[in-house]
């Protein structure tokens, strides 16, 4: 079985990105990306409300990563600290050697190919350095962005479960996309 160790903390950089580990420091971001009706349409959680919700955002992410179960970067553009999104592995199952996938983008960088870049990039990560066999994305069918990305990235559709989760008072479909790491 798989045994994932994110000590040292894996720097990854692209052609345009660098991809770091997120800190107290990207507080205001983090709030920006959280907070905003818009980024998080498509994502079943719950907005955060105050600066103090956003650190708490933080403080989960540096849990998983400090217990090795999950693991989140700020997406930066080269030679600026700036965060525009997160991207990460969620749901790891070294049993099963699969994660799944996730990514969230501030609107002003949408359309720049930054999400298929960084994504193309954790793809050859979860496969060569994590040794993962397969990589999962789960995105609500109306994230018609989110397939597009995962489409250009290889990932081909696996499923669609009608209304599998309920949150907020109503049931959603989820559509589960997958990637083999010998279909690559």
């Not at 079985?1 to 720097?11: E, G, H």
Request: charged fraction near 30%; proline fraction near 5%; hydrophobic fraction near 40%.
């Amino acid at each position: 079985m798989l045994a994932f160790n994110f000590s040292p903390f894996p720097i990854i950089e692209t052609e345009r990105l660098v991809l770091k580990r997120i800190t107290n420091d990207d507080v205001a971001e983090v709030f920006e990306l959280r907070s905003n009706p818009e980024t998080m349409k498509y994502i079943p959680r719950p907005l955060v409300k105050t600066t103090e919700d956003a650190l708490e955002h933080i403080a989960m992410i540096d849990e998983k990563i400090d217990t090795n179960v999950g693991i989140n970067w700020g997406i930066t553009l080269k030679g600026d600290s700036k965060l525009l999104g997160i991207i990460g592995y969620y749901r790891m199952q070294p049993e099963n050697y699969r994660a799944e996938i996730g990514y969230m983008l501030l609107p002003d960088y949408h359309g720049k190919g930054i999400v298929p870049e960084a994504v193309n990039r954790l793809i050859e990560y979860g496969f060569e350095d994590l040794k993962l066999h397969s990589i999962e994305a789960v995105i609500d069918p109306e994230n018609f962005a989110s397939e597009k990305v995962l489409q250009k990235c290889g990932f081909i559709k696996e499923a669609h479960f009608k209304e599998s989760d309920f949150y907020e008072g109503r049931f959603l479909d989820k559509v589960v996309y997958s990637l083999l790491q010998n279909k690559r």
